[in-house]
């Protein structure tokens, strides 16, 4: 099948949305919706998650806008206890955080 015929859903490639889903995952508070909808918990998201990991290849990596935090975060929920744990607004909090602290280089005087 050849990339015009490849389907398309609400005009969108599948590549393309599993790569907009992907970067959100770097989103603590996404992360916590999600866990908070048990979607954590269904072995077939889980499977899904797993199925995600080519992201970490670099063919499809360089598409990722922050591929740092989103790729850490794909590699996290491979952890069953990362799964379960995210759901802990303390764990929320420290992720927000530290992703700010990441954001903004540091201050040289």
Do not use: I
Request: aromatic share 14%; with cysteine.
């Amino acid at each position: 099948m050849t990339s015009s015929q490849e389907p398309q859903y609400g005009g969108f490639s599948r590549f393309e949305l599993e790569l907009e889903f992907v970067q959100c995952l770097a989103n603590p508070g996404y992360l916590q919706y999600l866990a908070m909808q048990k979607l954590f918990e269904k072995p077939d998201f889980v499977a899904y998650l797993g199925y995600l990991q080519y992201f970490k290849e670099p063919q499809y990596s360089k598409y990722l806008h922050h591929p740092g935090p989103t790729l850490r975060t794909l590699e996290l929920l491979q952890n069953e206890r990362f799964r379960r744990d995210v759901m802990s607004p303390e764990l929320v909090n420290n992720l927000m955080v530290q992703g700010q602290r990441n954001a903004v280089p540091d201050k040289k005087d």
